[in-house]
């Protein structure tokens, strides 16, 4: 069983740049398909990008396709979301997520194909 644990929300501008992280601990990294999701406060929690187990494969939705990418250091067991140009629409907690079925992809979009989940990071965007 792997615990996850967010780091590097805050409060930044429109226009500016963020960096979250997850880390692992408990399980073999590699084995995990990862993914990132974002709630907004009274939406639901949506998708937002999924990597591959080696890194080699990402996804995204529309929204954040050329302003975000995921990626991942299986040696630190650590999975990242580097976001830039910063939309007011951007604000939401972020969470990421971890699914372990061997049958599991990088594709994956819904919140009840991942197993395990970290607290989330608040990320806003001032306008």
């Known amino acids: 069983q792997v615990q996850l644990v967010e780091s590097g929300g805050g409060l930044v501008e429109a226009g500016g740049s963020l960096r979250v992280s997850c880390a692992a601990s408990g399980g073999t990294f590699i084995r995990y398909i990862m993914g990132w999701f974002c709630q907004a406060p009274g939406k639901e929690r949506e998708f937002v990008a999924g990597?591959?187990?080696?890194?080699?494969?990402?996804n995204y939705v529309d929204f954040v396709k050329g302003r975000f990418a995921i990626s991942r250091d299986n040696a630190k067991n650590t999975v990242y979301l580097q976001m830039n140009t910063l939309k007011p629409e951007d604000t939401a907690v972020y969470y990421c997520?971890?699914?372990?079925?061997?049958?599991?992809?990088?594709?994956?979009?819904?919140?009840?194909?991942?197993?395990?989940w970290g607290q989330g990071t608040q990320v806003t965007v001032s306008s």
């Open positions: 990597i591959s187990r080696s890194g080699s494969s990402t």
């Open positions: 997520a971890a699914a372990g079925l061997y049958t599991a992809s990088y594709s994956m979009k819904n919140v009840e194909d991942y197993d395990y």
